[in-house]
């Protein structure tokens, strides 16, 4: 008879083989941790739009080899964070006043199907999680982490149509709102926080109600105000800027 404690050893990796362990968080590969670096760099204002990046220095800076600096910048190229130059390189993506607006109003074409798709499917505990995005903007704001309230306004705005069947149009929206987010720091301080937040509201209480048109028509208004920002700031730039 094999002793008690290799019974529950066995035990153990029985279980642990027919589902994940919750004990276990598996670490970052360096390539995905430089890629959240640069994302972060990105989203925050530290690398503004137009940036270069170069590979040799990223290397040094985190202290690896150029292959998973290089790799990790093919992901967020195809993320559309950043773009490729031929012969010169890769530079935090850099669009006009007109692109930009281009992509909001994409974005807001396409939500709005998504957002009708997801509706019937929409449950309280996603509703809940809405809210509980709401206080985690709140509390980033206190704090003055400008990056900690655009998660999770994203969040928030992701989960009015996370329950959307249609996979490759949410690609699409994702990529938009990463080449748009490059820009967020360029704006925030026009940002009306309180606003904000009772736009928010309203969207939450909307959802609850499942009043698909109601949602699509304030997600089309608060949408509006970041366009409204960004032909503020882009009047403000000095000419060739």
Known sequence: MPPRTATRRTAVASDSATGARSDFVRPKTAQ??????????????????????????????????????????KTLEAEEYITYVPHSGYRVAQLGLDELVEVFRIRDILEAELIRDA???VTDELIDAMREQMAAMDRAAAEADLIGVGLANRQFHFLTFEASRMARTKRIVTQLWNTADAYRPMYAHLMDLDQVNSEHVLLVDAMAARDVDRVVALNHQHRSHAIDHLHTVFGNQEPGA
Do not use: H, N
């Open 119 to 121: 509706m019937p499917a």
């Open 32 to 73: 995905q941790a430089v890629a959240e670096a640069l994302r972060r760099d990105i989203t925050s204002g530290k690398l503004a739009p137009g940036s270069w990046i170069v590979q040799e220095s990223l290397a040094e800076q985190f202290g690896m080899s150029r292959i998973p600096v290089r790799e990790a910048l």
